[in-house]
């Protein structure tokens, strides 16, 4: 599948295999995206990009996180960031503190409310990612995917520039 095809017309671009198999993936993980946040908002309350957040600060535990660390970690704007943790805070899944290593500085961390809502929601997700993404494939597949999956995710996330 990866050797080099001459693609000169539409037709050979839409066939072509490497073509055709970025347009699985990426077909696949809009659609489980789709499905698998929308199962959240309607369980759980929340957006799967607030989920993600939630799990995000969940590995940091601690004092929490900047919001560039937060932005760099969901690939969003610092804008995009602290518009989502607005909403988060007034949820009341979030709160800001005084960052203790930069006196001008404000972490984000999990709220008791926040915690509690990242355990439920992943149970919940826990069951409709087997649901939607494990029982359709063949068992003995499954953990060289996820691994593959993995490898992909580090590769393009160590070419996307970092944040200032």
Not at 40 to 59: A, K, P, T, Y
Not at 138 to 164: G, Q
């Amino acid at each position: 599948m990866d050797e080099r095809a001459e693609i000169s017309s539409a037709k050979e671009a839409a066939d072509n295999p490497l073509v055709l198999a970025f347009g699985r993936l990426q077909g696949a993980a809009n659609r489980l995206e789709y499905i698998l946040g929308r199962a959240l908002e309607e369980e759980c309350g929340i957006s799967h990009l607030m989920f993600e957040v939630l799990l995000i600060l969940g590995r940091a535990e601690g004092a929490g996180l900047s919001m560039r660390a937060v932005a760099q970690e969901q690939v969003l704007t610092t804008g995009g960031a602290t518009r989502l943790v607005d909403r988060m805070e007034a949820a009341g899944l979030v709160e800001r503190a005084e960052d203790p290593g930069d006196r001008r500085g404000r972490l984000v961390r999990l709220t008791e409310l926040g915690e509690q809502t990242a355990v439920r929601a992943s149970r919940a997700h826990v069951e409709n990612i087997r649901r939607y993404f494990l029982a359709p494939l063949p068992p003995e597949d499954r953990d060289r995917f996820a691994e593959d999956l993995r490898i992909l995710s580090h590769s393009a996330r160590d070419v996307l520039p970092r944040l200032p």
